[in-house]
């Protein structure tokens, strides 16, 4: 007997047709139930006819597809996988490809890189689900920030943090930068760049480490990157968990995978150098991930004040006291303050503010007056205060260049190997019969 294998839809073509020609089914309705117009149910009933089930089974079945791409292209594709993209995943290797002008698309790309050991299919894991969070209404109603610590640079350069603020309506990464550790001037530094470029953010929504806020209950005075926020008027959020700023961590999976890899391709390895390329980068990154904002309408103030006011709110600010003649003591250094000929007897006792730039430029400051000054003593080499996230960095980096010791192992003509090996437990050795 011949078999025939039939899909499930082409059976149910076939218990219809034999319904319409045993008369319990008319035509028009096989056709509204097989969603098929009249003519094509005329047809099928002629190819039942005169071949029977046969007729029903597609034609093209066990025929190549008329679409399928050349051997010669795959091979192509293939050799180009192995010289330049061999760890790019199916996406973005096929987004490469295309810029090229080798388009394929990515499935049939993932199946190609499967089949040549380049890409490993994915085995199923366990996933945490968090329930979702609707996303703001308009631009810069909040902005996700985080830095990430990662070598960039696969080897070619030093490991360095980049710091991004995303926007949560669009997913747009409204700034990013290397610094070489995650610190405190380097999110003033990007609270600086973001405000001049884009005004002023309504909050801005962080992790709860250090540089964002206080965790001694004690400890009323803020930190420096909330006081900054506070003196620009915006809200600082701090979020319970990861999951909470997703988007900013999604970003750095993202990045980790793409931006290293187009780095590696532009022969970027410096901080310098890839600071330049962001600005090409993010474009392009923003193009191809953003979304449209529910309303078009921004929430962005913008910043009235002089861009040497913004420069020193987003510096570093130290309170000292000055003493009777006028002096105070900064970094193992003492600071004079000018009187420019007339005395000031109401500073004596008084509390200022020592600013000092992320380029090392110091500024002395009195409620809202600069004062002149001269330093005093010879400039001395002291190390900076460092951050909680820095210092981890310096911890890891200490960790990584120490060589592990050996363990010590007596040498031949040690004493202790004088001694007579110790008998084995249970009496010593069993005679045999």
Same mark, same amino acid.
């Given at each position: 007997m011949e078999?025939?294998?039939?899909?499930?839809?082409?059976?149910?073509?076939?218990?219809?047709?034999?319904?319409?020609?045993?008369?319990?089914?008319?035509?028009?309705?096989?056709?509204?139930?097989?969603?098929?117009?009249?003519?094509?149910?005329?047809?099928?009933?002629?190819?039942?006819k005169a071949e029977g089930a046969a007729g029903l089974v597609d034609r093209r079945r066990?025929?190549?597809?008329?679409?399928?791409?050349?051997?010669?292209?795959?091979?192509?594709?293939?050799?180009?996988?192995?010289?330049?993209?061999?760890?790019?995943?199916?996406?973005?290797?096929?987004?490469?490809?295309?810029a090229e002008g080798l388009n394929v698309s990515k499935e049939t790309l993932r199946g190609w890189m499967i089949?040549?050991?380049?890409?490993?299919?994915?085995?199923?894991?366990?996933?945490?689900?968090?329930?979702?969070?609707?996303?703001?209404?308009?631009?810069?109603?909040l902005v996700q920030i985080d830095g990430s610590p990662h070598d960039w640079f696969e080897g070619r350069g030093k490991r360095c943090t980049l710091v991004a603020f995303i926007d949560d309506a669009t997913s747009r990464v409204m700034h990013a930068h290397f610094a070489p550790v995650e610190s405190t001037q380097a999110y003033l530094n990007a609270l600086q760049d973001y405000v001049t470029r884009h005004g002023r953010p309504a909050a801005i929504y962080s992790d709860r480490h250090g540089i964002f806020t206080k965790h001694d209950p004690e400890d009323e005075a803020p930190t420096q990157f909330h006081r900054a926020l506070a003196t620009l008027g915006i809200a600082g959020i701090q979020a319970l968990t990861p999951q909470a700023k997703g988007r900013v961590e999604r970003l750095f999976q993202t990045l980790q995978d793409r931006l290293v890899k187009a780095m590696r391709l532009a022969g970027i390895s410096d901080m310098a150098s890839a600071n330049v390329f962001l600005e090409t980068y993010l474009a392009q990154h923003n193009a191809r991930f953003a979304v449209t904002a529910a309303e078009?309408?921004?929430?962005?103030?913008? %910043?009235?004040?002089?861009?040497?006011?913004?420069?020193?709110?987003?510096?570093?600010? %130290?309170?000292?006291?000055?003493?009777?003649?006028?002096?105070?003591?900064?970094?193992?250094?003492?600071?004079?303050?000018?009187?420019?000929?007339?005395?000031?007897?109401?500073?004596?006792?008084?509390?200022?503010?020592?600013?000092?730039?992320?380029?090392?430029?110091?500024?002395?400051?009195h409620g809202q007056e600069l004062l002149p000054f001269k330093v005093f003593d010879v400039a001395q080499d002291v190390p900076e205060p460092l951050d909680d996230k820095t210092l981890n960095t310096r911890v890891d980096e200490l960790l990584e260049k120490r060589t592990p010791k050996k363990p010590w192992r007596p040498g031949p003509d040690h004493p202790w190997r004088q001694y007579p090996e110790p008998a084995p437990s249970g009496g010593g050795q069993l005679a045999t019969p």
């Open positions: 078999r025939i294998e039939m899909s499930g839809k082409e059976l149910e073509r076939l218990e219809v047709l034999r319904q319409v020609l045993d008369g319990v089914v008319s035509q028009k309705a096989a056709a509204e139930r097989l969603g098929l117009t009249d003519r094509q149910v005329r047809r099928l009933l002629r190819r039942y066990g025929k190549p597809s008329g679409r399928r791409l050349a051997p010669s292209f795959k091979e192509r594709v293939i050799a180009r996988l192995s010289q330049c993209y061999a760890d790019f995943g199916p996406t973005l290797a096929a987004e490469h490809l295309a089949e040549a050991g380049l890409w490993q299919a994915a085995r199923g894991r366990r996933v945490t689900l968090h329930p979702p969070r609707p996303r703001r209404a308009r631009v810069g109603e078009s309408e921004e929430a962005h103030l913008p %910043y009235e004040g002089k861009a040497e006011e913004l420069a020193r709110c987003c510096a570093m600010h %130290y309170r000292r006291k000055l003493s009777k003649d006028l002096v105070l003591s900064f970094r193992r250094q003492r600071y004079i303050v000018c009187t420019q000929g007339a005395p000031r007897y109401a500073l004596r006792g008084a509390h200022v503010t020592v600013v000092v730039h992320g380029d090392g430029r110091i500024e002395l400051l």
